[in-house]
Structures are given as structure tokens and as C-alpha cells.
């Protein structure tokens, strides 16, 4: 396999994920976009659930808590056929969504009660009743969690790790997250890759496809030097780059 980017692979270590990425290949569908969007909102909530109680911020969890309960509201209004799925499906679909709901508004009377031991049991129960239970159901056997998703949640969480590292001075954590970028761009940049999970047939395409990740790639490589060198400055400069001629104008042209 050829290897397009900047120096070749560092050491790294490469999630399996990507490897079942590889090896994936990619089902017909509808489009899943408007939902993946929505998903995150739900991950988000539970993220914040958890901060909330641990820091006993009871408002952030009702907040966070009546979120879960609106995502669930609005999905159960989206067109099934739109998203993938068959008709037939549909009340299995509703079903974990009124359980979301209902979990949801549980959890929101416990925020207001400023019970924890039942905020941590509400959170819980909306994990394994409605999110593993439809994704068990919806999103693993059908197989539409796609490839090009698991590479974009890998970016954004590594570049919340560099951030992290910005702010405690921790540059070893900075310059881990930017080589962990460095080498999850150059898998991306294969072309099984390109072919399966971007679905980009055209060896145009992949070519243009290939110089915004480089971009990308090429600023994380400054992030690291900088990182390690130990200036924030530097750190900050490249990854507004890395964001402005890597992230931003591949979603421009490609998203
Ligand atoms: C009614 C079904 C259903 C429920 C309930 C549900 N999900 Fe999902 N979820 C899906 C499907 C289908 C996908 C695949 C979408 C895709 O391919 O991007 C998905 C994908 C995801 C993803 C990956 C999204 C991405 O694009 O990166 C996350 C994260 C996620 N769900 C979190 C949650 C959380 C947290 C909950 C519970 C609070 C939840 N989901 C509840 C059906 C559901
Ligand atoms: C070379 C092209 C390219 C680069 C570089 C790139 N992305 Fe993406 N990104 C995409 C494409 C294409 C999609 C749409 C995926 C889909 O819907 O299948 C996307 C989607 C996303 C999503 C939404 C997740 C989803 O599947 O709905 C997030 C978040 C994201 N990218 C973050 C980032 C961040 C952060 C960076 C930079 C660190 C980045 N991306 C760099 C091509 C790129």
C-alpha cells in the first residue's frame, strides 16, 4: 500500500477501529449525516450528566438531561426511509426513543431532587435501554456507523486531548495528540481507505482528497515541534492552520 503524507508513519498506536475500518465495506444508504449530528448531541448529554454529578451541578444535569429528552422527541418526527432504515423498523426505532424520553424526564425530577445515587442509576439505564439497546439493534447490524465517522470522532477527540495539554502545560500530552493525528491522517490517506469509508471512486478526487489531509497532516507535524520545543505560542499558531487549511477546507469541498 502506498503511503501519501508527509514523512510516512510514525509510531503511533493505530486503533483497532480503523483497522475494522479497512475492512469494512460500505452499504447502501440513506443520509445518515443529519443523525450522526443529533448522536453527538446525545453523547454530549450523557458526557455532561456525568460532569454534572461529579461536580454537583445539578443544573447542568437537568440541562443536560431535558437535551436527551428533546433528541428523542425530534429523531421520533424524522422519515425513517431517509435515514436507511425500513418502515417495518419504525416501531422498534420509536420504541427506544420513548424509553430515551422517558429515562430522560426520570432523570431530570432526580436533577431537581439533587439525588445522585439516582442520577448515576438514570444514567444507567438510558446507556443500556436506549442507546446500546438501539445500537445494538440499529447501528451495528445494519452497519451504518461508517468508516468516515470513526475517523472524524477520533480528530475531534485527539484535538480536545492537545487542547487539554495546551491548558495544563502539559506538552508531552500535546505533542502525543498532534503524532496521533499525524498517523491517523496518513491511514486515512490510503486508498482502500479513501475508497471505503469516503467512498471516493475517482482517482481525482482522492488526489484532492489527499492534499487537504497533507495540509492537515503538515500542521500537526508543526504542532509537535512546537509541542516539543515547549511554545504555546507556536502550538496555538499551527493549529488554527491545522483547523483553517486542514479540517474546514476539506468539509468545505467534501462534506
Ligand atoms: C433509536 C435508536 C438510537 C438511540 C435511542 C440512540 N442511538 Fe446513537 N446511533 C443510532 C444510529 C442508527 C447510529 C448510526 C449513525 C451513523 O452511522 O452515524 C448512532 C450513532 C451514534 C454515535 C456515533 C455518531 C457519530 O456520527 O459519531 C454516538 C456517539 C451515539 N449514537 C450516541 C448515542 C447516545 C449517547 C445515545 C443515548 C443517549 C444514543 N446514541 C441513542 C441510533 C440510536
Ligand atoms: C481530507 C478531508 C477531511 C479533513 C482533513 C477533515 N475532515 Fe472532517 N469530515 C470530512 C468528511 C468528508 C466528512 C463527512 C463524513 C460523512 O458524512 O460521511 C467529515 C465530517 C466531520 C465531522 C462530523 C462527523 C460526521 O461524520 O458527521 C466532524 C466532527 C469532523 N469531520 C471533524 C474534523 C476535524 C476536527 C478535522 C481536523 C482535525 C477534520 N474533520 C478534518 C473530511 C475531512
Request: proline share 2%; charged share 25%.
Amino acid at each position: 500500500m502506498k503511503i501519501l503524507g508527509a514523512g510516512g508513519v510514525k509510531s503511533g498506536s493505530l486503533s483497532v477501529a480503523l483497522l475494522i475500518v479497512l475492512a469494512a465495506p460500505l452499504p447502501a444508504r440513506g443520509d445518515v449525516r443529519p443523525l450522526s449530528r443529533l448522536m453527538l448531541t446525545n453523547l454530549q448529554a450523557t458526557n455532561s450528566i456525568g460532569e454534572g454529578v461529579a461536580t454537583e451541578d445539578y443544573a447542568a444535569v437537568e440541562t443536560a438531561a431535558r437535551d436527551l429528552e428533546s433528541s428523542a422527541r425530534e429523531l421520533r418526527t424524522w422519515d425513517a426511509g431517509r435515514l436507511g432504515f425500513r418502515p417495518a423498523n419504525r416501531a422498534a426505532f420509536d420504541r427506544y426513543l420513548k424509553q430515551q424520553e422517558e429515562i430522560a424526564g426520570w432523570l431530570m425530577a432526580a436533577a431537581r431532587r439533587k439525588d445522585s445515587p439516582a442520577i448515576v442509576a438514570g444514567l444507567d439505564r438510558v446507556l443500556g435501554e436506549s442507546c446500546l439497546s438501539c445500537h445494538r439493534e440499529f447501528r451495528d447490524r445494519q452497519g451504518i456507523l461508517k468508516g468516515s465517522t470513526i475517523f472524524m470522532t477520533s480528530f475531534v477527540n485527539t484535538w480536545k486531548e492537545i487542547n487539554r495539554g495546551l491548558l495544563l502545560n502539559d506538552f508531552t500530552l500535546v505533542a502525543r495528540g498532534a503524532r496521533t493525528l499525524e498517523t491517523t491522517g496518513q491511514v486515512m490517506s490510503w486508498d482502500p481507505v479513501l475508497q471505503a469509508s469516503f467512498n471516493l471512486s475517482q482517482e481525482a478526487q482522492r488526489n484532492k482528497f489527499r492534499a487537504h489531509l497533507n495540509e492537515m497532516i503538515g500542521a500537526a507535524g508543526r504542532v509537535e515541534d512546537a509541542a516539543t520545543r515547549g511554545e504555546s505560542d507556536a502550538v496555538r499558531k499551527a493549529l488554527v492552520e491545522m483547523w483553517r487549511s486542514g479540517c474546514l477546507s476539506c468539509h468545505q469541498e467534501f462534506r
